[in-house]
């Protein structure tokens, strides 16, 4: 049997997949950055959540169910809180602090919740999270 040609099978749709993610996250701060020069960083947010979840919802229509008004409730709620507590206020911070040391801060979150978690009577984290908290922050 043949190999897959470079880019093509399994191999290559997982370099794509990871290429795709580096750029997107890797580019998401600096582009922050520049956009909250000419917006308001709440309202820049908001654009990026509307156009995210057009897409989203229009790339999943077709093969589900549509949503009930109470799951229309619930992400309601919960993208409200995203863009007003996580993502607007690193829109926010931009403003003041290099989109680098944003990045930084936002890339250290998994480490900051299983050190709370375990501070707080939680489970102590295991090798293998450690091992995917240390994979995260390289």
Do not use: H, K
């Amino acid at each position: 049997m043949d190999a897959a040609p470079a880019g093509r099978g399994p191999r290559g749709a997982i370099a794509l997949a990871l290429a795709s993610v580096y750029l997107i996250w890797g580019s998401t701060y600096l582009a922050i950055d520049i956009a909250v020069d000419s917006l308001p960083p709440l309202g820049l947010g908001a654009l990026r959540f509307l156009i995210a979840g057009t897409l989203l919802y229009a790339a999943v229509r077709p093969f589900a169910a549509r949503p009930t008004a109470r799951q229309w409730g619930s992400a309601t709620i919960v993208g409200g809180f995203l863009l007003a507590g996580g993502n607007g206020m690193v829109c926010v911070a931009e403003q003041r602090v290099p989109s680098g040391i944003a990045a930084l801060i936002v890339a250290t979150t998994p480490l900051w919740m299983a050190l709370l978690t375990w501070s707080t009577g939680g489970a102590r984290p295991g090798w293998r999270e450690a091992l995917g908290i240390a994979c995260g922050l390289i």
